[in-house]
């Protein structure tokens, strides 16, 4: 199995979260409680063995500061080198961060294999980033990487992480990007139903993956077998979100949802192979 989505944090700041605060809302807002957990690379390889994850993905947090994004990037890189049978590294941060895309051609020189989790929890996906995000897209092309971006979805309960944002947002920024291949987190905030439209929706999320991230916070079982019907078991991938929440979870309620042996090893591990490419 393959593990999509998981975040790692160098141990010093792990140790000391509070001064990373400063001018990180973000950041604030998602790990202020000390129940929200910072883990590293040993965690989660202890965490995969037990839990029989062959792979997984990891990427740290979108910083705005460069001195704590490249800081990030770097554990992520030492990381992949210390397991490189078992971990895939994505470059992480902001979009609007200054060095966005110097960082970006620099982590995917050092043997990064995407981009992501990238997020703006304060102003959602707007037009001005996504236009923003040009350079980031072209060396993605460049390089054959895939970008993660967080989604979630514009209604319902609130918590920390909801952005605020809209579909209509979500669907301008994957159809400004047809050439790349995009994975939209957290089911995409749910705007893979509009691939049921006659026109033109489906050709625009054509190279587009949802990834499975927090699900069982935010919807019913079925989700994983709607979504399936909907844009196909070949565009769903496992993904944890862990520490937050173990693989485990998502895979009990995969199978409460009916999901046949093929389908669960398509979003478990084939599917993601077929992003990745040769990192798997």
């Known amino acids: 199995m393959i593990d999509f989505h998981t975040h790692l944090f160098p141990p010093e700041f792990a140790r000391d979260r509070i ?9 604030r807002i998602l790990y202020e409680s000390p129940k929200a957990r910072l883990v590293g690379a040993e965690e989660i390889i202890q965490a995969m063995d037990e839990g029989g994850i062959r792979k997984s993905v990891i990427f740290g947090f979108p910083w705005e500061r460069e001195t704590l994004y490249k800081t990030h990037n770097d554990y992520i890189v030492d990381a992949v080198r210390r397991y490189p049978d078992r971990l895939i590294g994505f470059a992480c941060f ?46 993605c092309r460049a390089h054959d990487a895939p970008l993660l971006m967080h989604v979630n979805e514009p209604v319902g309960h609130s918590y920390p992480g909801k952005a605020p944002m809209t579909l209509a947002e979500v669907y301008t920024f994957v159809a400004a990007y047809p050439e790349n291949r995009i994975v939209l987190a957290h089911w995409g905030g749910g705007i893979f139903f509009y691939a049921l439209m006659k026109k033109e929706v489906r050709e625009r999320l054509a190279n587009v993956w949802f990834d499975t991230a927090a699900s069982p916070y935010l919807y019913e079982p079925a989700i994983y077998r709607i979504a399936g019907e909907i844009i196909g078991y070949d565009r769903i991938l496992l993904g944890s979100d862990y520490p937050l929440l173990k693989p485990s979870r998502y895979l009990t309620e995969m199978k409460a949802a009916g999901l046949s042996d093929e389908a669960l090893q398509w979003v478990t591990g084939g599917n993601a192979a077929d992003v990745l490419g040769s990192a798997v």
């Open 19 to 27: 001064p990373l605060f400063e001018g990180e809302d973000g950041f």
């Open 94 to 139: 902001s979009p609007t961060a200054p060095g966005a895309a110097r960082e970006a051609e620099r982590c995917l020189a050092a043997g990064l294999r995407g981009i992501g989790e990238l997020a703006v929890y304060g102003g959602g996906l707007t037009g001005a980033v996504t236009r923003g995000l040009s350079e980031v897209m072209e060396i």
